[in-house]
Nanobody
């Protein structure tokens, strides 16, 4: 099985940028579809972005479209989330998640209960 660990969170001002990274160990990341979820205090878990196993397909939450970009480097066993123009509503704990996907799959997965492997999360705090 794969283990994933997030990094790159922090406290920033509105309008700033952050780049989150997720490093995998245990198995090659190329076997897995990946996603970023977030959870703000008192709110439900929310899909931020998801990417297919081969990196060809991505989906984003409407609230982050045009501001966030998810990418993956299977050779380096990492996925990233570039977050630009951050606002206070982006404040949350961000989780990197993985789901094994068939070799022929180009699917992206949006439901949190689909994902088998979760990191411990990294805090992103945006102040006005």
């Amino acid at each position: 099985q794969v283990q994933v660990v997030e990094s790159g969170g922090g406290s920033v001002q509105a309008g700033d940028s952050l780049r989150l990274s997720c490093a995998a160990s245990g198995r090659t990341l190329s076997l897995y579809a990946m996603a970023w979820f977030r959870q703000a205090p008192g709110k439900d878990l929310q899909l931020v972005a998801a990417i297919s196993r081969d990196g060809e397909n991505t989906v984003y939450a409407d609230s982050v479209k045009g501001r966030f970009t998810m990418s993956r480097d299977n050779a380096k066993n990492t996925v990233s989330l570039q977050m630009n123009s951050l606002n206070v509503e982006d404040t949350a704990i961000y989780y990197c998640v993985a789901k094994w996907a068939p070799a022929s799959s180009f699917a992206v997965y949006k439901a949190s209960n689909i994902y088998d492997y979760w990191g411990q999360g990294t805090q992103v705090t945006v102040s006005s």
